[in-house]
């Protein structure tokens, strides 16, 4: 069974802190993919990114950095120089195919709730 | 492009009660899933249809159910509620179509069902 561990349940940093959300999975596929959502307030959930598991090169868009390691089964997201915009709950996803069902569910963590404060 | 809409985005309903929610997707999009958000269990996955047809379902009762229509459109419906489906019950749309790749899915805001 696939599994999604975010341990930190609510970190909080002053503005323009680097802050570092951590991702633990375990699945016994050799195929999956990675996700990372935001949740604001609002409550929608927004799409950050998505990785292969054949693809460990990190990846960097603005202030936000992933970093993925299958030797530790990992998947931290880094925001650098943390805006108050930035306060939201962040999910980390796995998923795996269901080859019978030819579909794909992710499995959330928990969740991290992050708040920058000014 | 419109992204996901849900419909309502709040309600209150009576046990024992029986609730339809709805959900347009991403225009093109033609895998929709469905998940439940709450305090204690988190996220969790409900079922997913594509092309009209439920290809996967997560580990709810029957009294959870889905359809979809041909144009990608979908409704949940809940019956005989319980004050344990207070949730807010999440609509995602993706391409999903079937080939080895997990495209990402786009998140409708969500219809908040309180039942009393």
């Known amino acids: 069974a696939q599994k999604v561990t975010q341990a930190q349940t609510e970190i909080s940093v002053v503005e323009k802190e680097d802050v570092t959300l951590d991702c633990v999975y375990e699945t016994r596929d050799t195929t999956y993919y990675l996700f990372w959502y935001k949740q604001p307030p609002s409550g929608e959930l927004v799409f950050l990114i998505r990785?292969?598991?054949?693809?460990?090169q990190n990846e960097i868009s603005g202030r936000y950095s992933w970093n993925f390691q299958k030797s530790t089964s990992s998947f931290n997201f880094t925001i650098t120089a943390s805006q108050v915009v930035d306060s939201a709950v962040y999910f980390c996803?796995?998923?795996?195919?269901?080859?019978?069902?030819?579909?794909?569910?992710?499995?959330f963590g928990k969740g991290t709730k992050l708040s920058v404060i000014p | 492009k419109a992204g996901v809409t849900q419909t309502p985005r709040y309600l209150i309903k009576t046990r024992g009660q029986q609730v339809t929610l709805s959900c347009s997707p991403i225009?093109?999009?033609?895998?929709v899933s469905w998940y439940q958000q709450t305090p204690g269990q988190g996220l969790q996955f409900l079922f997913e249809?594509?092309?009209?047809?439920?290809?996967n379902k997560g580990n709810f009762p029957g009294r959870f159910s889905g359809r979809q229509f041909s144009n990608s459109r979908s409704e949940m419906n809940v019956s005989t509620l319980e004050l344990g489906d207070s949730a807010l019950y999440l609509c995602?749309?993706?391409?999903?179509?079937?080939?080895?790749?997990?495209?990402?899915?786009?998140f409708g805001p969500g219809t908040r069902l309180t039942v009393t």
């Open positions: 995602a749309s993706s391409l999903g179509v079937p080939g080895g790749i997990s495209y990402e899915q786009y």
């Open positions: 990785r292969n598991s054949f693809d460990e």
């Open positions: 225009s093109g999009h033609r895998s």
């Open positions: 249809y594509f092309s009209e047809t439920q290809r």
């Open positions: 996803a796995l998923s795996e195919a269901d080859r019978r069902a030819g579909s794909y569910q992710l499995t």
